[in-house]
């Protein structure tokens, strides 16, 4: 059986309390850490930037998966690379130097991922080929935890598998121990959750129900 990934998403964290909850996540059996960052621009809300990434890389030993939905990501890229990032995603629909961004992320020395929108399809990445590491598909508009699964995902996850055999596939949205069977199925390496961890009092066995390793 392939190896899940599970990249808890600390947007639905108590921020008050953001070490206790990082180290909780790894203590459950997290994967990465996956850190929300918003702008007010690219999408209709605001979170946090690299302060508090270079917070989080002193409190876990755990990769940071990093995902930038802010316009012209290039303009940052070191800064959350110096901040101890250790992915960096980048949305295609956030620049118009896509190539060079993802260039710079590697030049960093960091893995480079791309993301696409619910509305966006994945053949958008092909002129991208060999330049990423990782293709994150939004399973529900970025901006907000807690919203539905948009079960286009799933085809989505087809066709990138398909198109693109040598990256890591990850999805972010809605998921759940249902909708990670959907998207496990379709051939996902990388599961983001938010509410579905955070927001329950068995972090370990909401992980584990959402790698499919317990059937109750
Ligand atoms: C949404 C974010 C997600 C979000 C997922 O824009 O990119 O990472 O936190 O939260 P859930 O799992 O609650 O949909
Ligand atoms: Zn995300």
Known sequence: MRK?????????????????????????????????????????????????????????????????????????VRQFAEAGADLITIHVEATDNVAE???????????????VKPNTPVEELIPYRGLFDMVLIMSVEPGFGGQKFLPSAVEKIRSAKQLFPDALLEVDGGINRDTAKLVIDAGVDVIVAGNAIMNVSDRKQAMDQIRGNVTL
């Open 101 to 115: 961004t993802l260039e710079l992320v590697r030049a960093c020395g960091k893995k480079a991922g791309i993301c």
């Open 4 to 76: 899940i990934f599970v990249s808890p998403s600390i947007l639905s964290a108590d921020f008050a309390r953001l070490e206790q909850e990082c180290k909780s996540l790894e203590k459950c059996g997290a994967d990465w850490i996956h850190c929300d960052v918003m702008d007010g621009n690219f999408v209709p809300n605001i979170t946090f930037g690299m302060p508090i990434v270079r917070s989080i890389r002193r409190c876990v030993v755990l990769p940071l998966d990093v995902h930038l939905m802010i316009e012209r990501p290039e303009r940052y």
